[in-house]
């Protein structure tokens, strides 16, 4: 037997492993179970050269817990390691020897077997929750095999060991205040959440399997049963297979085994298959989406070699993006790496841009080839592609083929084919195009209605970004291009034209109506203002600046706007037609009460028309208005 010290840098390694190496104690879990897997794609690869004479089989990595003994145990069949290797890759702290196990076998193909090899101090990891760590293990070469313990300090021992079968057992004597660990179902959860995709099937205990009845059994016979290996990963997940390989009930299948609480199928799916400049691998999925932007519960998740590492991808994936749902899977992402660090890596940077290429590609091959499709599923994906407008010029650039701009009408048009569509009939006298939309059909029905009465078409925006969107589109246009909401002035004054009507009140007049509303209406929430339309227009209308209202909205939604306006009450332009005959009869009124009634309630008409009439102010529209019609 030999007894040695650890050879490392720092004295004491271990109190540090315990406190700053992972910040979660369980990823230890995560590691040992990587390290097996190389192990196990190692003795494969030697195998698959001819560099090892023997049958592997089918090896598997296996998880034991036993209670008694307060132990955890991880069971390989891989390479295993001799007395000298265990001093190399152990007590040098010298990781798991991966790189140097690809630089050896460079020329047959190693970099293709899937070796994990980037999980640093992998296995001291496990001195984070255990007190004391046997290593027992047996190489592939015909040389006896080794007994390692370590008790959490940098002395070891290091003896020939009793195991008879290749491959490496770690032997994990788990602290009293980490005994969560050998419970059943936590590790069980471990095991699915950062091993479900391992290429290596993991034994967790047994179950017990059906078989199939035979042709002649009786209809009340229970069906046999028998005890099969638990196996809890899937070794060959769908984004390890060639698009080729796969159908859409494959890709909508493994959707299912990503999220099984998720029952709406995905809209579509994206395949990401790269090994130049970088190696990356997955499928995204966009699924059905809500004006709602809130965190989703279902996130992307990313791998490393099938390893699960987080489903915290901001910084690798473009931020508009991380609505989606589905795997990444790159060696060449840095692990256990602060955000900062991995927006500065030139790789990370690589790999964004081209996921924010490849959405942007397949969305306007799906737009190209189905356009009727594509259109119906615009509601479901539209916060993406705005997000995406906004946030990534060259998505911006790209999406200008495929986002479309729908009308209150139902009809699509991308923003070019808008502009052909409207330009006759829609542009003011200073030669401006003006874009007409509305955000709420409902709410803005009557004002929606007027402007298509006069030809006009009236989009309909109504995602939370619209206001940040027109904003960016305005800008891009160099400002020949004005979106305004239809219920930001009267129809007449949405797009100015040369013409003006002429008022049928004289200037005295038009003075005594103005203050006449100026005395019932509350000024700090209204603005009076005189206008001469057509007398079959509304006597009065409300309206709220596009200025002013969309700097709130920009405000209120983040990013944009102006100090402090989100939180400014709100105002609105009450609008009077002096060429209304209703204006002329409040005019006439002889009694300053029956005036007063008559403005209350054109007014409160115009409130409700805005869907602004609401508690006391309602109720007392409702009784003056049974009053007036008695």
């Given amino acids: 037997m030999a007894t040695g010290n650890i050879n490392v840098s720092v004295e004491n390694i271990f109190p540090l492993i315990k406190k700053f190496l992972y910040s979660d104690h369980e990823i230890f879990l995560r590691e040992l179970i990587s390290n097996a897997t190389d192990a196990t794609l190692k003795m494969n690869h030697l195998v698959r050269i001819g560099e090892a004479k023997i049958d592997v089989g089918q090896p598997k990595i296996e998880v034991k817990i036993d209670k008694d003994n307060q132990t955890l ?28 196990f690809l630089e050896k076998y460079k020329d047959s193909d190693a970099k293709d077997t899937g070796i994990i090899g980037h999980f640093g101090l992998g296995f ?39 195991k008879t079968e290749r491959g490496t057992e770690i032997i994990l004597h788990i602290n009293d205040d980490e005994k969560e660990f050998l419970e059943e179902h936590r590790i069980n959860e471990l095991l699915v959440k950062y091993n479900k995709f391992m290429p290596v099937p993991i034994k967790f205990g047994t179950k017990e399997k059906e078989l199939p009845k035979a042709e002649d059994a009786k209809e009340d016979e229970e069906p046999k049963k028998i005890k099969v290996d638990n196996i809890i990963n899937n070794p060959d997940p769908a984004w390890t297979k060639q698009p080729t390989e796969l159908e859409e009930k494959d890709y909508n299948s493994f959707y299912r085994e990503l999220y099984p609480t998720q029952f709406e199928e ?123 407008m906004l946030s990534e010029d060259k998505f911006f650039e790209k999406a200008q083929k495929f986002a479309l701009y729908p009308t209150t009408n139902n009809t699509y048009f991308t923003f070019d084919e808008l502009k052909n569509e409207i330009t006759d009939l829609q542009t003011d006298k200073d030669g401006k195009l003006v874009v007409l939309y509305a955000s709420n059909k409902d709410q803005q029905h009557s004002y929606i209605k007027r402007a298509e009465a006069k030809g006009y078409k009236v989009l309909l925006l109504d995602s939370p970004i619209v206001s940040h969107l027109i904003q960016k589109l305005e800008q891009e246009n160099e400002q020949k291009v004005s979106f305004v909401r239809v219920d930001s002035d009267h129809v007449e004054n949405l797009i100015k034209k040369e013409s003006e009507q002429v008022s049928k009140l004289s200037d005295e007049e038009k003075e005594t109506v103005k203050t006449s509303f100026e005395t019932v209406v ?71 009460s029956k005036r007063e009634t008559l403005i209350k309630q054109t007014l409160d008409l115009a409130l409700l028309s805005q869907n602004l009439l609401k508690g006391e102010e309602l109720t007392n529209f409702v009784e003056r208005s049974f009053k007036l019609i008695k």
């Fill in 266 to 388: 995905p809209l579509f799916h994206i395949h990401l298959n790269v090994d130049y400049p970088f190696n990356l691998t997955g499928i995204l999925y966009f699924p059905k989406l809500t004006n709602d932007l809130s965190i989703q519960k279902d996130k992307i998740q990313l791998y490393q070699n099938q390893v699960f590492v987080t489903d915290n991808v901001e910084g690798i994936v473009p931020e508009f993006l991380t609505m989606l749902k589905g795997v990444i899977d790159s060696p060449d992402i840095p692990l256990n790496v602060s955000r900062s660090y991995l927006q500065a890596d030139s790789a990370v940077k690589k790999i964004s841009s081209y996921i924010t290429r490849k959405v942007a590609d397949k969305l306007k091959s799906l737009f190209n080839d189905n356009r009727e499709d594509f259109e119906k599923k615009w509601n479901d994906i539209k916060v993406v592609i705005e997000y995406g």
């Fill in 73 to 100: 145990h991880i069971i390989d069949e891989g390479v295993g390691m001799t007395k000298e290797e265990v001093e190399k890759y152990i007590n040098e702290v010298a990781f798991s020897g991966a790189e140097e």
């Fill in 124 to 162: 001291y990891s496990a001195f984070m929750v255990a007190n004391k760590v046997e290593i027992k293990t047996k190489s592939w070469k015909d040389e006896p095999a080794a007994h390692w313990t370590c008790e959490g300090t940098t002395q070891f021992t290091l003896e020939e060991g009793d």
């Fill in 522 to 592: 509350p000024k700090e929430k209204y603005s009076v203002q005189l206008e001469a339309l057509d007398s079959d227009t509304a006597p009065v209308m409300i309206t709220q600046p596009e200025f002013m209202r969309r700097m709130k909205e920009m405000q209120q939604t983040g990013g944009g706007g102006m100090f402090g306006m989100g939180n400014m009450p709100e105002m609105y332009n009450l609008v009077v037609n002096t060429n209304n005959p209703l204006i002329s009869k409040i005019l006439k009124a002889k009694e300053d």
